[in-house]
Nanobody, 115 residues
């Protein structure tokens, strides 16, 4: 079992910045993918960004150039720096960790961007 603890999030004005952090603990293995997904009301959960332990990074199309993901494999943490936030970025953001064929999720943290 893997436990994910998220921090960050909150309310920010359009154009502002926020930083999300996530720490993993439990049955950790070195080969993994950690990242962030988000889900807005009435919409499907979508990829924001993820980073593999071997260095590969993916971003969702809507956040490219504005968000930056980083990870620390020794600390089993991942962070998401969000700049240039827009009202459409408003959602619950979930940390995820994939190891083999299993994925674990954090409890979610609310990000609200006011116009």
């Amino acid at each position: 079992q893997v436990h994910l603890v998220e921090s960050g999030g909150g309310l920010v004005q359009s154009g502002g910045s926020l930083r999300l952090s996530c720490a993993a603990s439990g049955s950790i293995v070195s080969i993994n993918v950690m990242g962030w997904y988000r889900q807005a009301p009435g919409k499907q959960r979508e990829l924001v960004a993820d980073i593999a332990s071997w260095g590969f990074i993916r971003y969702g199309e809507s956040v490219k150039g504005r968000f930056t993901i980083s990870g620390d494999s020794t600390e089993n943490t991942v962070e998401l720096q969000m700049n240039g936030l827009k009202p459409e970025d408003t959602a619950v953001y979930y940390c995820s960790r994939r190891q083999g064929d299993r994925t674990w999720w954090g409890q979610g943290t609310q990000v609200t961007v006011s116009s």
